[in-house]
């Protein structure tokens, strides 16, 4: 139950070409507790509970539960979620032996693309495709339980 991810900022959209899935997500946080967050997502028809827990010095590992739930389920607990919701598309882009998970945010954080891969240990070599640029794996304001409280589009600087 320990989820390995890196996380980087997106160059340009060439990843929607390679794409073999593009799926919309809409989330919330019943707790967004850097110790420990909750998230209700609804995940194209399926609707999901997950607990995370407080990345590691690196803020690559961390402890990762998932529950798949019913939808009708999920919408209810998004009604009584903290202010602030999450939109945004995933694309599934492979490269090499891994996926990278590529997600479009919209609303208030319009302009911000991420690309996650998860590895089977911390130090994994994963094949870098063209359009991945910076990495900002542990970097809290790009978690999305940070993104629902502090939207991308009320940074200062980017």
């Known amino acids: ?6 996380k980087f900022l997106v160059l340009s959209d060439a990843y929607k070409q390679e794409a073999s899935a593009k799926i919309r997500i809409v989330q919330g946080f019943l707790n967004t507790d850097p110790e420990r967050t909750v998230r209700v997502r609804i995940k194209g028809e399926q609707g999901f509970l997950t607990i995370k827990g407080k990345g590691n010095d690196t803020g690559v590992s961390r402890f990762e539960w998932e529950k798949e739930i019913a939808v009708s389920e999920a919408e209810a607990l998004l009604k009584i979620a903290e202010p602030g919701s999450i939109d945004k598309f995933r694309y599934e882009v492979q490269v ?6 590529v997600d479009e ?9 991420v690309a996650e891969v998860e590895l089977n240990s911390e130090n994994e070599a994963f094949k870098k ?30």
């Open 105 to 113: 945010f919209f609303g208030e954080n319009e302009g911000l693309t």
């Open 1 to 6: 139950m320990v989820e390995i991810e890196r």
């Open 96 to 101: 090499g032996n891994h996926t990278f998970e």
């Open 129 to 158: 495709p063209v359009w991945l640029g910076e990495e900002v794996s542990g970097i809290t304001k790009y978690y999305n339980s940070q993104l629902s409280k502090h939207p991308y589009k009320s940074w200062e600087t980017r």
